[in-house]
């Protein structure tokens, strides 16, 4: 059995360890009073569809393209409402703080998680969001059907995401779970999938202080969960959080999992 390199169950538990995991206030430029940010800034997910040099020509360096020429990861960014800010579509998952004043934004250092990536144009695309981003100087968004996030930074250099509306817009609050997701799928019975395979998850229980007080019984997840991508012989532990949708389809489940962080990462061999 062997183990990869897995993020602190304190990072994954309670806002203030969390806080204290990824990022330090020292890190930001200068002081700065923490402004509120927009709730169109907070209420959407935004997606990188453009970056633009100092010269506002086109700066390819920020995507990795497929085979056909499309980009084939697009780098997305979160702002929660207590000023926590999100990266994903890496190989890992970057975290840090911002503020906003007016126009006016601080992005800190940003810490990232510790899964391991196989990917080497991608683990350098990772590590050049992450030195990139809190050199960002100002943001605008420009309303519309797609809302449009501009984010600027030092030198001139600008980027421009498009803007989705984020579960909790749609879904209202969610409630956080962990599921240790097993490392091989099983068969299951699905009226609408023959030859289905399904993951094996159990919900864990852990204490404020990070103690693991109750694994549940195994069970077939009949679902997908936002966000994750299962490989087959790697357990993994991963945090939730859990929508529930007033109206479905008839053949749905009433609940959207939506991966938050993966908390612990294993080979199982």
């Known amino acids: 059995?062997?183990?990869?390199?897995?993020?602190?169950?304190?990072?994954?538990?309670?806002?203030?360890?969390?806080?204290?995991?990824?990022?330090?206030?020292?890190?930001?430029?200068?002081?700065a009073q923490a402004g509120k940010a927009t709730t169109t800034l907070q209420s959407h997910r935004w997606e990188l569809q453009q970056a633009l040099t100092s010269l506002s020509t086109p700066d390819p360096q920020w995507q990795i393209l497929a085979s056909n020429g499309k980009p084939a990861r697009t780098i997305g960014v979160n702002f929660s409402a207590?000023?926590?800010?999100?990266?994903?579509?890496?190989?890992?998952?970057?975290?840090?703080?911002?503020?906003?004043?007016?126009?006016?934004?601080?992005i800190s250092r940003l810490a990232a998680t510790m899964?391991?990536?196989n990917d080497n144009a991608l683990m350098e695309l990772e590590q050049n969001v992450a030195q990139q981003l809190p050199k960002a100087q100002t943001w605008k968004v420009m309303d519309g059907l797609a809302?449009?996030?501009?984010?600027?930074?030092?030198?001139?250099?600008?980027?421009?995401?498009?803007?989705?509306?984020?579960h909790e817009t749609l879904y209202g609050n969610s409630q956080r779970i962990f599921l240790e997701v097993a490392p091989q799928k099983v068969a299951c019975n699905h009226p609408l999938m023959p030859n289905a395979q399904c993951l094996?998850?159990?919900?864990?229980?852990?204490?404020?202080?990070?103690?693991?007080?109750?694994?549940?019984?195994w069970q077939n997840y009949y679902g997908s969960i936002e966000?994750?991508?299962?490989?087959?012989?790697?357990?993994?532990?991963?945090?939730i959080k859990r929508f529930t949708r007033d109206q479905g389809?008839?053949?749905?489940?009433?609940?959207?999992?939506?991966?938050?962080?993966?908390?612990?990462?294993?080979?199982?061999?």
């Open 115 to 117: 899964m391991a990536c």
């Open 147 to 166: 809302p449009t996030l501009e984010l600027k930074f030092e030198g001139g250099a600008s980027w421009q995401f498009k803007g989705t509306p984020t």
């Open 227 to 239: 966000g994750y991508t299962h490989q087959d012989g790697v357990r993994n532990v991963l945090r």
């Open 82 to 106: 207590d000023q926590r800010i999100s990266v994903d579509r890496l190989c890992n998952t970057l975290m840090g703080s911002y503020s906003t004043q007016g126009e006016y934004i601080q």
């Open 1 to 31: 059995m062997l183990s990869l390199k897995s993020l602190g169950l304190a990072c994954a538990l309670g806002t203030t360890m969390l806080v204290g995991c990824t990022t330090h206030s020292a890190d930001l430029k200068k002081p």
């Open 200 to 217: 094996r998850v159990r919900e864990i229980q852990y204490s404020s202080q990070g103690i693991k007080q109750s694994v549940g019984e």
């Open 249 to 269: 389809p008839a053949d749905a489940s009433k609940h959207i999992d939506v991966l938050d962080m993966t908390v612990e990462s294993e080979i199982v061999r």
